[in-house]
Nanobody, 121 residues
Framework: QVQLVESGGGLVQPGGSLRLSCAAS????????MGWYRQAPGKQRELVAA???????NYADSVKGRFTISRDNAKNTVYLQTNSLKPEDTAVYYCNANITALYPVHDLEVWGQGTLVTVSS
């Protein structure tokens, strides 16, 4: 079974930083897209940042210059470095990946369970 496990959320003051991690495990052949989404209370889930296996990235306008997405392909792990956090960044952050799994070979879109980021003084 292929799964994504996130870590790194928590409570932080405005202007602070957090580093989120998401590790994929299971019978994995390859991972193309990996990304971070977030969902604030009463709002729709939105894309925060994404990265391809080749390292191409894209960001939501609201986080450009503050957040950085990166990945370690050898560890099947994606990171989100969040800096200069604002109260409006408060949300549950979800990891997402497009994975080619084994036994048999097939493509999956997998979501993590989410990690809560709260920005408050």
């Amino acid at each position: 079974q292929v799964q994504l496990v996130e870590s790194g959320g928590g409570l932080v003051q405005p202007g602070g930083s957090l580093r989120l991690s998401c590790a994929a495990s299971g019978s994995i052949l390859s991972i193309e897209h990996m990304g971070w989404y977030r969902q604030a209370p009463g709002k729709q889930r939105e894309l925060v940042a994404a990265i391809t296996s080749g390292g191409s990235t894209n960001y939501a306008d609201s986080v450009k210059g503050r957040f950085t997405i990166s990945r370690d392909n050898a560890k099947n792990t994606v990171y989100l470095q969040t800096n200069s956090l604002k109260p409006e960044d408060t949300a549950v952050y979800y990891c997402n990946a497009n994975i080619t799994a084994l036994y048999p070979v097939h493509d999956l879109e997998v979501w993590g369970q989410g990690t809560l980021v709260t920005v408050s003084s």
